[in-house]
């Protein structure tokens, strides 16, 4: 066991000595992990769309996620205003039926 071919180096990632301990985590040139968010401009306000239409179910697709759920302002960008008008948008797209109210796959599990 003492007579080991390679000797310990602190696992996959490397030894711990090299690790770059400063205040930027070790990253060469590159931005911080934590700081100031980016700015996203909402896509509504920026094309200057007077209200969302829920009939247009290819848009508001985007703004589902893969389990049809409704994404979070913070994810897709869109202000609070637009925000309110584009979960009604679905929401009524759903009603009609132009949206899933599940996943597909979720779907198929009772048939």
């Known amino acids: ?9 602190g696992g996959s990632r490397g030894p711990r ?6 205040r930027d985590g070790g990253r060469d040139g590159q931005q911080r992990r934590f700081g100031p968010p980016i700015r996203r401009v ?5 094309d200057k769309t007077k209200f969302i239409d ?7 697709r985007r703004s589902l996620t893969d389990r049809a759920k409704i994404r979070p302002r913070r994810k ?13 948008a679905i ?12 996943p597909e796959h979720v779907r198929g599990m009772n048939a």
């Open 1 to 9: 066991m003492e007579n080991q071919s390679r000797s310990y180096s």
């Open 17 to 22: 000595n090299d690790r770059s301990g400063g």
């Open 42 to 46: 909402c896509i509504y306000c920026k």
């Open 54 to 60: 829920y009939k247009n179910a290819d848009s508001l």
């Open 76 to 88: 897709i960008g869109t202000c609070s205003r637009h925000q309110r008008e584009l979960a009604l």
């Open 91 to 102: 929401k009524r797209a759903r009603q009609l039926a132009l949206l899933p109210l599940s």
